[in-house]
């Protein structure tokens, strides 16, 4: 049994060559694009040669944790299908106990398992040539990657007894999360001066990661030089007994119990509807997140916005304006224009408005609706823009002043533009014509003008409280940060209602306005 699997196994892997010529490329490319990230890292452990102790074991340990967590959520919310399913092995009378076991070895044969057994023993030749014990070494990579295995074929067995009607969408949103959290958190990193040893603060996150499942077989090597190993080797072993007896009761649970009849017939559903719940605010959401996406007009506007911001720079460093100072313009821009986007996002709709007029919805979720999409696009830009703002200006203290600023003027900009959208709507290019076609129009010069001065001027306070910071006392950013948010969210929500009030009044209105233009 296990030589047949093992073989079966290498068959599928390397069947993914002998595919059709999509799929082999894309084969090629994902193996490339591993390869290419397994050197970045090998080499990246070569450099930590030269680093302190304190330091080379900080890297290490962030990222193996990392990727540790990231063998269980990847495959678990991004809708990878397990070749190995240990059911589809029910047909030939082994026991569940026999499959769990074999097919978790056969999953070491995999591009993943392999980059991660290269990775494992780079770590491992680091820790060994700053004078850890070779079979310490050795068993920290054997528990790590035994760990990040079980993970994987753990998230794959709940993926499979939970199959989502919406993954995909699911996998959007992590993928959304993923970098709203990694991105700030890795430009941080990056940033950290440590020329004068470690920051206390990761320090202690360091410490307190290698006394978890994601970190301690990973710690051992160092633990074992500073003669503190003991803890994180009875968390690694007790880890993998946790986990190994986890994903044996599941394999004897996939392969006893029968599947719900119908349920193959659920496995279609209705995608980001699904997602965003059946209320009518959820509804519009999905609807809209729809059309952000796929219709040219609304891409060209994510596209253009952070490139117009950035350039800004340009022509500030030409009249003598310092990099420093310079550098803080783009991220307020990018938060001012993704606020002032949505402010005619009705005429954007064309005759699509009538459902939900017909529908009797209400204004309020409408209006809540229609902001989900340029909610989460703003978050994610403003998520990599500003720590990316602060890092090249230097002072992380002002951080907090940044993000208030630009909290500000974002939620500001679509309270307003939640109110405007529905008083002065004005015609836009129709669907499916070219987003770089206007037609001829005579108003809606006075919304844009609302939108965009009406946001900078109730950021004023924020903008303020942002300069005393950056030319006094930093204290103020702390202040920045709170009074912007508070400012812009007190302004979303009277824009939201006083826009949904306008909306349930005027329907008709809108509803010729669609059809005229």
């Known amino acids: 049994m296990v030589a047949h699997v093992l073989r079966l196994r290498l068959d599928l892997l390397l069947g993914a060559l002998r595919g059709g010529r999509r799929q082999t490329v894309r084969t090629l490319v994902g193996g490339a694009v591993i390869a290419v990230v397994v050197v970045a890292v090998c080499i990246a452990a070569w450099r930590l040669h030269a680093s302190s102790e304190d330091a080379a074991f900080a890297v290490t340990i962030v990222a193996a944790s990392a990727l540790t967590l990231g063998f269980f959520v990847t495959v678990l919310v991004g809708g990878v299908d397990d070749q190995l399913d240990p059911r589809r092995f029910a047909v030939v009378g082994a026991s569940p106990r026999e499959i769990a076991g074999v097919t978790l070895l056969a999953s070491a044969i995999s591009v993943p398992a392999l980059a991660l057994i290269v990775v494992a023993v780079a770590l491992s030749a680091l820790w060994t040539d700053r004078g850890a014990p070779v079979w310490v070494s050795i068993v920290s990579a054997v528990l790590g990657v035994l760990t990040c ?174 990099f420093e100072f310079a550098v803080l313009l783009p991220a307020p821009l990018i938060a001012l224009f993704l606020g002032w986007l949505p402010h005619n996002d009705l005429a954007y709709d064309s005759t699509a408005l009538w459902m939900h007029i017909a529908g009797a919805v209400r204004g309020a979720a409408d209006r809540a609706g229609r902001l989900v999409p340029i909610a989460v696009v703003g978050v994610v830009l403003l998520a990599v823009a500003v720590p990316v703002t602060i890092s090249l200006h230097g002072r992380w203290a002002m951080l907090p002043a940044m993000a208030g600023v630009c909290a500000s003027l974002f939620l500001g900009g679509l309270g307003l533009s939640s109110l405007t959208s529905v008083i002065a709507p004005y015609a836009v290019s129709r669907p499916g014509d070219s987003p770089f076609q206007q037609p001829q129009r005579t108003g809606g010069g006075l919304s844009q003008a609302v939108v965009m001065f009406g946001a900078v001027l109730l950021s004023v306070p924020a903008l303020w409280w942002a300069w005393l910071a950056l030319t006094g006392d930093e204290s103020w950013a702390w202040t920045a940060l709170w009074g912007g948010v508070g400012i812009g969210a007190l302004a979303l929500l009277i824009g939201i209602f006083a826009g949904g009030a306008v909306f349930d009044r005027t329907g008709e209105r809108l509803m010729e306005f669609a059809e005229s233009t």
């Not at 190993?229 to 029968?258: G, Q």
């Open 149 to 322: 295995l079980l993970l994987a074929k753990i998230g794959l067995a709940l993926a499979s007894m939970v199959r989502d009607r919406h993954s995909r969408e699911l996998t959007g949103v992590f993928l959304i999360a993923l970098i709203v959290v990694v991105v700030p958190v890795v430009v941080f990193l990056a940033s950290l001066q440590w020329t004068q040893g470690v920051p206390s603060a990761l320090v202690a996150a360091v410490d307190l990661l290698a006394l978890t499942p994601l970190g301690a077989a990973w710690a051992l090597p160092e633990r074992a030089l500073s003669g503190g190993a003991a803890a994180p080797a009875v968390i690694a072993v007790l880890s993998v007994a946790v986990l190994a007896a986890l994903w044996f009761w599941l394999v004897d649970r996939l392969m006893t119990t029968t599947e719900r009849p119908g349920a193959a017939r659920q496995r279609r559903g209705l995608g980001w509807f699904d997602l965003t719940g059946g209320t009518a605010a959820g509804g519009i959401a999905a609807r809209s997140i729809i059309y952000w996406f796929r219709d040219p007009r609304y891409l060209v506007n994510i596209i253009i916005v952070p490139i117009a911001a950035a350039l800004t720079i340009i022509p500030l460093l030409l009249v003598g304006v310092p």
